[in-house]
């Protein structure tokens, strides 16, 4: 079986391809459609921007498609950056730009107001209408500065839970155990089993 997740971030297409590579599954991402049309992520909630990315691709595609908005959410900035995690700081920032600008938001604040969370939602089109979605969190702090270079995105300034060092320190191996995305592919793993037990009666 075919599915395409409808990304182009490397780090997030490798995430899922490594955390479900026990299924049987082959999974393509949106470069192999090379004539796709741009999809604009201008929903209200992560879970309106997976369902469109998901919706769209599997209609152009005929495949099963997954659909993933995940960003962080921190407490003492009402839940920015949210659903504009990947252009916080505008266009054209790299992710360590964009941990700098975050941190200097929370200039003096203590390291104990500044709890956040990472939030991922999954939506796993079908060619027959059906979606599926699902959401899964990571808990923690944002750290004082920019520490390690491991991962992508916010995690050299997020510190999960139980946990004193970045996920950008701790690497992929303990991400992997802790990671929101883990929590929300758990519960797509589900999906996929059924669908593809559901193929394989016909």
Request: charged share 30%; glycine share 10%.
């Amino acid at each position: 079986m075919k599915v395409v997740i409808a990304s182009t971030n490397k780090g997030k297409i490798d995430e899922i391809r490594r955390m479900l590579a026990d299924l049987r599954i082959k999974f393509l991402s949106i470069e192999n459609f090379p004539h796709l049309p741009v999809i604009v992520e201008n929903g209200t909630t992560f879970e309106e921007n997976a369902i469109k990315k998901a919706k769209t691709v599997c209609e152009w595609t005929g495949k099963i498609t997954i659909g993933e908005d995940s960003g962080l959410e921190v407490d003492c900035l009402g839940g920015a950056p949210g659903i504009k995690s990947a252009r916080f700081g505008g266009d054209g920032l790299t992710d360590t730009e964009r941990n700098i600008r975050l941190l200097k938001l929370l200039k003096g604040i203590s390291l104990g107001e500044r709890r956040a969370r990472f939030k991922c939602v999954l939506a796993i089109a079908c060619p027959d209408g059906r979606i599926n979605t699902v959401c899964g969190e990571c808990q923690g702090l944002i750290s004082l500065e920019v520490r390690g270079n491991q991962g992508f995105g916010y995690d050299p300034i997020f510190i999960p839970d139980g946990y004193s060092k970045t996920f950008g320190e701790l690497g992929s191996e303990i991400k992997d155990k802790l990671s929101h995305r883990l929590v929300a592919l758990s519960k797509a793993k589900e999906i996929l089993l059924d669908i593809i037990s559901k193929v394989k009666q016909k």
